[in-house]
């Protein structure tokens, strides 16, 4: 069965303070993976779609990384304004169109 | 990226009561799915709906409580039937968009609140 964790569930950061944000998986065959930030109240918001291990897609402050395990979100200097929830999802060969969330990472960053 | 909109935004509805929710695309798409997201959880997977066939529903949801429509490629809709407390979430409905990258893109949500 396709799985998805991430980790840590919560992490407050100060302004300026770059960390990452990890995403385990078990899929049966990787078809893609997503990562999404969402603000409370609204949708997620898509960010990036990685296919393949060793592949990096950077926006602004965020990139992210793909091995065949795990996933990282690594946000650099990060401000007030990217505090969010950020969500993994996995979309596996057996799955047809359908994709497995995470529970989610709410980051949190204090000016 | 596809522009998607959802009705109403948000409503506060009476147990035993049935809501229905919009979602609108402002264009063509083969795959439109609907999630719920319940209070400090992540999004699940209610049903998937295609323009033309019957919507495929996950385990645990069946389509007396949530029966979908796919009138044309921009629009569907989900009715919560029979609502109960437990129904409080907020119901999302996204979109694969043609080009093979997978990748669904999400409206902005229902809230909804069953007293």
């Known amino acids: 069965e396709d799985q998805v964790t991430q980790s840590p569930e919560a992490l407050r950061l100060q302004e300026g303070e770059s960390s990452s944000l990890n995403c385990s998986y078990t899929?049966?065959?990787?078809?893609?993976l997503f990562w999404y930030r969402q603000d409370p109240g609204k949708g997620p918001e898509f960010l990036f779609t990685l296919y393949s291990a060793g592949e990096e897609k950077e926006k602004e402050r965020l990139k992210a990384t793909l091995t065949k395990k795990e996933s990282f979100l690594h946000i650099t200097a990060p401000k007030p304004e990217d505090s969010a929830t950020y969500l993994c999802a996995v979309h596996s060969y057996s799955s047809a169109s359908k994709i497995i969330f995470g529970s989610g990472t709410r980051l949190s960053i204090r000016p | 990226s596809a522009v998607i909109s959802q009705k109403p935004s948000r409503d506060i509805c009476q147990r035993g009561t049935s809501l229905t929710i919009q979602c609108q695309v402002d264009?063509?798409?083969?795959?439109m799915f609907w999630y719920r997201q319940q209070p400090g959880q992540s999004l699940t997977l209610i049903a998937t709906?295609?323009?033309?066939?019957?919507?495929?529903?996950e385990s645990g949801f069946v389509i007396d409580k949530f029966p979908i429509s796919r009138p044309n490629l921009t629009f569907s809709t989900l009715t919560v039937s029979n609502m109960s407390p437990e129904d409080s979430s907020i119901y999302l409905c996204s979109v694969e968009q043609a080009g093979g990258t997978d990748t669904q893109y999400f409206g902005p949500g229902t809230r909804l609140t069953v007293l």
């Open positions: 264009s063509q798409v083969t795959m």
């Open positions: 899929v049966s065959g990787l078809r893609g």
């Open positions: 709906a295609n323009q033309g066939s019957e919507a495929t529903y």
